[in-house]
């Protein structure tokens, strides 16, 4: 397992798991942070954060996302718990294969 702290964790939590984390996986490098801002300029923030990396997850506003440009990718997997303005509850699942990850929306009842 790997994690990155939340906003709402606590100072101990906070304190034991990094803001950020950049993961080998097979020949892909996926970045995980939990805060990536403001929607506007989102992709091209996270590229510059995470230049190595071919994708990047994130959370915080709960809202499913996933956004392509030039190879890059940035994909928020929703929430299980608190939908919040999502239309659903959602959780995401990323398939690494032949040097590549692909991301999907699974809608949750």
């Known amino acids: 397992v790997a994690a990155v702290h939340g906003n709402v964790d606590s100072a101990e939590l906070r304190s034991e798991l990094p803001e950020s984390i950049s993961l080998g996986l097979e020949n892909v490098v996926l970045g995980v942070i939990h805060d990536a801002g403001p929607a506007r300029g989102r992709l091209e923030r996270l590229r510059a954060r995470f230049p ?6 994130f959370g915080h506003s709960h809202m499913p996302l996933h956004e392509q440009r030039d190879g890059f990718q940035i994909f928020n997997p929703g929430s299980p718990t608190e939908r919040r303005r999502a239309p659903h509850r959602s959780l ?9 990850i692909e991301f999907d929306h699974l809608a949750l009842p």
């Open 92 to 100: 995401g699942r990323a398939t690494v294969e032949g040097g590549r």
């Open 52 to 57: 190595e990396a071919d994708a990047v997850v």
